[in-house]
């Protein structure tokens, strides 16, 4: 592999309204001990669980609050700080394994049965991982806005340009609708609206990056050697049992519709949707419909 081929694996990361009182409102962050650290987490709504992987960077406090008030309308929907991240405690995994077995980990400390899983981004890489080691203790698994390994065949690697931006020490604004929206105006006007939901009424401190460089650079590594194969994920892929639901922006700058083939045609019984004019965080823009398929799917 290229140095060059190297330095762009290097950096990853990753409008409807929300009800009249929306479940996130009721929610508090508690803390519990996992993998030997305290792990933050939020709890909302009820019904059959489901856990959320965040992406590259993310923290609880990136998921946008009417997606999670939408998903949570017929869910408990659990999200949380891994290891390192955020406001958890520890150090953060060297390997998306290690993150794999600190959700899992989350998931039996508080007792979930058979719990659904939903992994964003490098989320999604992560319950790649969860879902082929642990896919017997799982319920159903949402990859959205996410990829295989490089090694899987139809794969196109992450533009430089998307890398270089993500991996930026602070990001603005106009950084954010590059990284997660689409081109048109539509799309713009609706990352606008999330990047103020998730700021509380201000964009620049939704797009604030809320974890640290140190954490980037160990997340960074340990994407690179998944992204590469040098981990070993890819091989894992044809063991998933749970059944897969796979889904995308048609506009993801970061893992263009390819991936998203790639990823559906190499999981047993696993199917895929694509969102129109929408990119990297189309489910922040496409609240409702994504909600409604998740739902759907989960249900099953």
Same mark, same amino acid.
């Given at each position: =592999?290229?140095?060059?081929?190297?330095?762009?694996?290097?950096?990853?990361?990753?409008? $409807?309204?929300?009800?009249?009182?929306?479940?996130?409102?009721?929610?508090?962050?508690?803390?519990?001990?996992?993998?030997?650290?305290?792990?933050?987490? #939020?709890?909302?709504?009820?019904?059959?669980?489901?856990?959320?992987?965040?992406?590259?960077?993310?923290?609880? /406090?990136?998921?946008?609050?009417? *997606?999670?008030?939408?998903?949570?309308?017929?869910? @408990?929907?659990?999200?949380?700080?891994?290891?390192?991240?955020?406001?958890?405690?520890?150090?953060?995994?060297?390997?998306?394994?290690?993150?794999?077995?600190? $959700?899992?980990?989350?998931?039996?400390?508080?007792?979930?049965?058979?719990?659904?899983?939903?992994?964003?981004? =490098? +989320?999604? =890489?992560?319950?790649?991982?969860?879902?082929?080691?642990?896919?017997?203790?799982?319920?159903?698994?949402?990859?959205?806005?996410?990829?295989?390994?490089?090694?899987?065949?139809?794969?196109?690697?992450?533009?430089?340009?998307?890398?270089?931006?993500?991996?930026?020490?602070?990001?603005?604004? #106009?950084?954010?609708?590059?990284?997660?929206? +689409?081109?048109?105006? /539509?799309?713009?006007?609706? +990352?606008?609206?999330?990047?103020?939901?998730?700021?509380?009424?201000?964009?620049?401190?939704?797009?604030?990056?809320?974890?640290? =460089?140190?954490?980037?650079?160990?997340?960074?590594?340990?994407?690179?050697?998944?992204?590469?194969?040098?981990?070993?994920?890819? #091989?894992?892929?044809?063991?998933?049992?749970?059944?897969?639901?796979?889904?995308?922006?048609?506009?993801?700058?970061? *893992?263009?519709?390819?991936?998203?083939?790639?990823?559906?045609?190499?999981?047993?019984?696993?199917?895929?949707?694509?969102?129109?004019? /929408? +990119?990297?965080? *189309?489910?922040?823009?496409?609240?409702?419909?994504?909600?409604?398929?998740?739902? @759907?799917?989960?249900?099953?």
């Amino acid at each position: =592999m290229t140095q060059t081929r190297r330095d762009t694996l290097g950096l990853l990361a990753g409008a $409807a309204a929300a009800a009249t009182i929306p479940v996130t409102a009721q929610a508090n962050v508690k803390h519990m001990q996992v993998a030997g650290a305290e792990i933050a987490w #939020e709890s909302h709504g009820s019904g059959a669980p489901i856990l959320l992987l965040n992406r590259f960077r993310g923290t609880i /406090s990136d998921w946008d609050p009417a *997606f999670i008030d939408s998903l949570a309308h017929h869910h @408990r929907v659990i999200t949380f700080d891994s290891v390192g991240v955020g406001e958890s405690g520890g150090e953060v995994p060297e390997t998306l394994e290690g993150a794999a077995d600190v $959700a899992i980990g989350l998931a039996d400390a508080l007792g979930l049965e058979a719990p659904n899983i939903l992994g964003w981004s =490098m +989320g999604g =890489m992560i319950a790649q991982i969860v879902a082929a080691k642990y896919s017997a203790r799982l319920g159903r698994v949402v990859l959205a806005g996410t990829t295989p390994s490089y090694r899987t065949a139809g794969t196109v690697p992450a533009p430089q340009e998307w890398l270089a931006t993500a991996g930026k020490e602070i990001n603005t604004a #106009e950084d954010m609708h590059f990284l997660f929206y +689409g081109e048109s105006e /539509s799309s713009r006007a609706a +990352g606008l609206a999330s990047l103020e939901r998730i700021g509380g009424g201000d964009a620049a401190a939704g797009a604030r990056a809320k974890s640290t =460089m140190a954490t980037l650079a160990v997340q960074a590594a340990a994407t690179r050697a998944f992204l590469t194969g040098e981990d070993g994920a890819f #091989e894992t892929l044809g063991r998933i049992s749970s059944p897969v639901f796979v889904a995308n922006g048609d506009q993801d700058r970061a *893992f263009q519709v390819e991936n998203s083939l790639a990823l559906a045609r190499a999981i047993p019984n696993a199917q895929l949707a694509i969102y129109p004019n /929408s +990119g990297h965080a *189309f489910h922040f823009q496409h609240i409702e419909r994504f909600t409604s398929d998740v739902t @759907r799917f989960l249900a099953r």
